[in-house]
């Protein structure tokens, strides 16, 4: 065998193992949380390393448990889910109304302070959280909304409005402003074509854009904390999820369970939007 091919199924080998290493740190510690999850827990603790358990072994009772209310002896996570769902889906579908008209202006008018206008919507997205939630918060309490859903749906706007902004600009960019002068010469409007037109073609990207921002609000932490932290009621899921982790009587496996009910509803709109999320994020990449 000579030395040029010796390298080549050297480095064929080399990749494979690389790829598999990857493979087994990103998908392992998933599947030993699920696997924790339906283990009951004397079992886990008779055998903590147990990484293939047996039919028999496996229970949907500490998934009641977790999803059950307080007052039937669980953790509420179905109401925190509830929370959590009209929380991101109204923040999402907010920062879609401002998102796509606010990028389509950016790209179509020009007007002073065009170009630092678009630099600052991903500056405010690069600050830290605690800079932007403070005086959102304190905003919000002299409103009236700082202990409300509606008020941390609102708030999510300053997560999400920035970020969205800027990835839908990039893509309208490269959008043809021929097509909109010719839809002019036949009469249309500018909100005619940018909801006719523009929104169509940009569908991927604000497809994939309307995902990421769900992520924020559904993941989100420090905002949550702020705005409801006095009000277990409307604890979002991530909330209940610290509560969980606090607690001194908390088994693993409820932890667990509460982990996978936190990660799953974001996997399970993942594999829905797949095709769309890879067109939007690559959309617009090989444009000039």
């Known amino acids: ?74 953790f509420g996570f179905a109401r925190f889910m509830r929370n959590s769902a009209l929380v991101a889906a109204g923040a999402t579908a907010l920062t879609m109304l401002l998102a796509v008209p606010a990028s389509y202006a950016i790209t179509r008018f020009t007007f002073m302070g065009r170009r630092q206008l678009s630099a600052m919507f991903i500056a405010v997205y690069m600050f830290p959280q605690i800079i932007i939630a403070v005086p959102v918060f304190v905003g919000f309490q002299v409103l009236g909304l700082g202990s409300s859903l509606i008020g941390l749906t609102i708030a999510y706007i300053a997560l999400t409005v920035p970020v969205s902004v800027h ?23 500018r909100w005619q074509i940018m909801r006719r037109i523009t929104v169509p073609l940009a569908a991927p990207t604000i497809m994939s854009t ?48 509460g982990s996978v009910l936190l990660t799953v509803p974001i996997v399970f709109l993942y594999g829905i939007a797949e095709r769309w999320l890879t067109e939007g994020l690559t959309a617009g990449a090989d444009k000039g």
């Not at 998908?27 to 924790?36: D, H, K, N, S, T």
């Not at 339906?38 to 028999?56: A, C, M, N, S, T």
């Not at 990835?167 to 909109?180: A, F, K, V």
């Open 167 to 189: 990835m839908l600009r990039s893509y309208m960019e490269g959008i043809p402003e021929s097509i909109d002068e010719a839809a002019m010469i036949d009469g249309a409007t």
């Open 1 to 74: 065998m000579s030395s040029v091919q010796f390298q080549t199924v050297l480095f064929r080998v080399l990749k494979w193992i690389l790829i598999g290493g990857l493979l087994l740190s990103v998908l392992f510690p998933f599947y030993y949380m699920v696997v924790m999850s339906f283990v009951p827990i004397q079992d886990l603790l008779r055998d903590p390393l147990q990484i293939v358990p047996g039919l028999e072994q496996l229970t949907l009772e500490t998934y009641r448990q977790v999803v059950a209310s307080e007052g039937d002896g669980g």
């Open 210 to 257: 309307a995902l990421y921002s769900f992520m924020i609000a559904w993941n989100e932490f420090l905002f949550a904390l702020l705005f409801l932290s006095a009000k277990p009621d409307l604890w979002t899921v991530s909330l209940g999820l610290t509560r969980l982790a606090d607690g001194q009587e908390v088994s693993r496996t409820i932890l667990m369970a």
